[in-house]
């Protein structure tokens, strides 16, 4: 059984189901939370007899679907992993405990999430200010190897299309990092600027429409303020 929800709902999906699990079930939690969350999780899937896998996958699920490289862990791995091998799942074991996978995808989750905001942000500053083509060609002589302007392109693309669930997942991120001790603020405001530009992706505007964007987001950002 897998368990494929939005991150916020995550924990609220499971107690939907542990009523129906029975003992020798697994449940296979995709889903891109804390490892905290995923030990709460598990927890309350093994309370009822029934196994819990935590798996992250770490890759666009289309188009490769189950051959997306994934990495799972928990006290199940003995039983689960013969039969992700048996169906072709693309996959690495990180340990016995959960949380172990899901904690290699909200660290990475940070760079990679951060990468498109800091991306967005200066691109949305550079048309705002007026110096959109010095910005993108000083940023292609400097970072030359990342492909510009596709890769601003594409950044954008994705940023606008699923914004508002990268977002619930940049907050649990933020959890990962302040358990740890470290700055969850950094990972709440990548979180912040993925949630605005999902909502504008929402209403149609493109990629292409810079100046369009740029200033739907300082109008939002100003009735927000």
């Given at each position: 059984m897998f368990s494929a929800v939005t991150a916020d709902q995550?924990?609220?999906?499971?107690?939907?189901?542990v009523p129906h699990l029975r003992p020798g079930q697994i449940v296979v939690d995709i889903n891109s939370v804390s490892p905290g969350r995923k030990r709460k999780s598990a927890e309350l899937v093994e309370n009822t007899g029934a196994m819990y896998l935590d798996m992250a996958a770490m890759a666009p699920v289309h188009p490769r679907g189950h051959a997306t490289p994934v990495i799972v862990a928990g006290r199940c791995?003995?039983?689960?992993?013969?039969?992700?091998?048996?169906?072709?799942?693309?996959?690495?074991?990180?340990?016995?405990?959960?949380g172990q996978a899901t904690a290699i995808k909200m660290v990475r989750s940070l760079f990679v999430k951060g990468l498109e905001a800091i991306t967005v942000e200066t691109l949305l500053a550079a048309q705002a200010s007026g110096c959109l083509e010095e910005i993108l060609a000083s940023l292609s002589k400097s970072y030359p190897g990342l492909g510009w302007p596709d890769f601003a392109s594409y950044q954008f693309e994705r940023i606008l299309r699923h914004g508002k669930r990268r977002a619930a997942e940049m907050q649990e991120s933020a959890v990962t990092l302040s358990a740890l001790g470290l700055n969850g603020r950094l990972a709440e405001e990548i979180a912040a600027i993925h949630e605005l530009m999902g909502s504008i992706g929402e209403g149609g505007i493109s990629?292409?429409?810079?100046?369009?964007?740029?200033?739907?987001?300082?109008?939002?950002?100003?009735?927000?303020?």
């Open positions: 995550s924990y609220v999906a499971l107690e939907a189901i791995c003995t039983v689960a992993c013969p039969v992700l091998r048996k169906l072709s799942f693309d996959f690495f074991e990180a340990g016995n405990e959960p990629s292409q429409d810079l100046a369009d964007l740029a200033g739907e987001a300082r109008q939002r950002r100003s009735e927000g303020a």
